[in-house]
């Protein structure tokens, strides 16, 4: 079957009536960030479909703003952690009659909707009332974090845990490995994933003690922000993440003008976080930018790919996003790499089939090549959008993809089979050719 077909097909397979899973077995629920990738790639060619996948990850909102990562629209015990660790149903935030997760994801939804207004904004009348209704929904999203997540009102708001952003990042290995483990409880045996997918491109059950750990603390604090943030040992500011809000500020911003909304307070949010990333997180020396560690109150100075991001939201000066592309030219690709490994190949720390840690993810190089192309560096862009097509062309759609130049270019596949969102994001990259 054409790769463009089998890609639909995914996409089309994993959809649960409404809304669409990451992969099935592995991850049989509806993610927040994923629905969002996944959205755009459901509009080049069943745009119904694209729509209600949106409205329906919008149902999980907490009425403090917060969209949380997961929702439970269905009962799956194959699945760990389900509904039952985060107890949602006992928090007065969340909805009433739809189980979710109790922490957020990386902002997509007002990009994925900008992008998509090019297309359908006065053509589709169902878009227009999807964007008049996501929109304040969306705002008060952003609004959350900003009011919640972001205690010295820098503009740059925290992750309080590692699931709200690239899972099992080398960067977050310190910060993690403070928390007590005598306090936690040991939930190796309880782990369903290693069904699926190979322990030794997963997180490790010594990780995962900690994530759900964190998870146990903020179900203690009843997802109360406040107390979490005095209570919390992991507390990051992540470039991926702040890029990505960054990103889907601009794509609100753009919403507010075709639907002649005031836009003043989301500006003021964003010239705040443009400004303070460039201050803070921006190492002049390293010529990179990094995550903040606002428990030891320093730079994390590990190289992911989560610090070429700010060229996704226009958050560098064009000196700035060319040293980006040099670091990415030499430390992601020196040695003839694919683009673009999570971690830089040249850190210690660089695993190459271990999830976060190395692995090429193609959401991760689909903003990169927007990022890129937005600072007119046509050339690696284009080597970076090629290098994705292959990578699918000659695996298959799988979860993520070994990058190092010694594996045969068709024995590169890692993870989950049937990934919706490199599927959805292999059609946008095809259709945008
Ligand atoms: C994994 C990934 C996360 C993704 C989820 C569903 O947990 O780390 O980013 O959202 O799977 O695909």
Redesign the pocket.
């Known amino acids: 079957m054409h790769s463009q077909e089998q890609a639909k097909k995914i996409l089309l397979d994993n959809n649960r009536g409404g809304y669409t899973i990451?992969?099935p077995r592995?991850?049989p629920f509806q993610?927040?960030?994923?629905s969002g990738f996944i959205a755009l790639g459901l509009s080049h060619f069943d745009e119904e479909k694209a729509f209600s996948e949106i409205r329906n990850m919008f149902k999980g909102q907490w009425s403090n703003g917060m969209l949380p990562?997961?929702n439970f629209h269905h009962i799956d015990p194959a699945y760990f952690p389900g509904p039952e660790l985060w107890s949602s149903n006992e928090c007065k935030w969340a909805p009433k009659d739809l189980p979710t997760s109790g922490i957020t994801?990386p902002p997509v939804y007002g990009f994925v909707l900008a992008m998509m207004a090019d297309k359908f904004w006065g053509v589709n009348h169902s878009f227009d009332v999807l964007v008049n209704e996501m929109y304040p929904k969306i705002l008060e999203s952003h609004r959350y974090l900003y009011d919640f997540r972001d205690p010295y009102n820098e503009g740059i708001v925290y992750i309080h845990h590692n699931?709200e952003?690239?899972?099992?990042s080398p960067v977050w290995d310190d910060s993690l490995a403070r928390i007590n483990l005598t306090e936690a409880r040991d939930i190796s045996s309880l782990r369903r994933d290693l069904e699926v997918a190979d322990a030794s491109q997963r997180p490790t059950n010594d990780n995962y003690n900690r994530y759900i750990h964190l998870v146990d603390l903020f179900r203690k604090y009843q997802y109360d922000d406040k107390a979490i943030f005095e209570n919390c040992p992991f507390l990051i500011q992540d470039m991926l993440f702040n890029s990505m809000l960054v990103r889907s500020n601009e794509g609100l911003i753009q919403l507010a003008s075709l639907l002649g909304k005031d836009d003043r307070i989301i500006k003021e949010w964003n010239e705040r976080s443009v400004t303070s990333i460039n201050k803070k997180c921006w190492n002049d020396k390293d010529k990179f930018y990094y995550d903040f560690d606002l428990r030891s109150n320093e730079l994390i100075r590990i190289k992911v790919s989560g610090g070429l991001m700010p060229l996704f939201a226009g958050i560098c000066t064009t000196a700035q996003a060319k040293d980006l592309k040099d670091s990415m030219m030499k430390s992601f690709r020196a040695g003839g790499y694919t683009l673009c490994a999570s971690c830089a190949t040249d850190e210690p720390r660089f695993e190459p089939l271990k999830?976060?840690r190395g692995p090429i993810?193609i959401?991760m190089n689909w903003m990169l090549y927007h990022g890129l192309k937005r600072y007119g560096f046509t050339e690696e862009a284009t080597l970076v959008r090629k290098e994705t097509i292959d990578l699918i062309e000659k695996n298959g759609f799988y979860?993520y993809f070994d990058p190092r130049p010694t594996t045969s270019q068709n024995e590169k596949h890692l993870g989950?089979n049937s990934?919706?969102?490199t599927a959805a994001l292999y059609l946008d990259f095809v259709h945008n050719l």
């Open positions: 990451p992969s592995l991850y993610w927040s960030w994923d990562h997961m994801q699931w952003s690239a899972d099992n999830y976060w993810w959401n979860e989950g990934f919706s969102w």
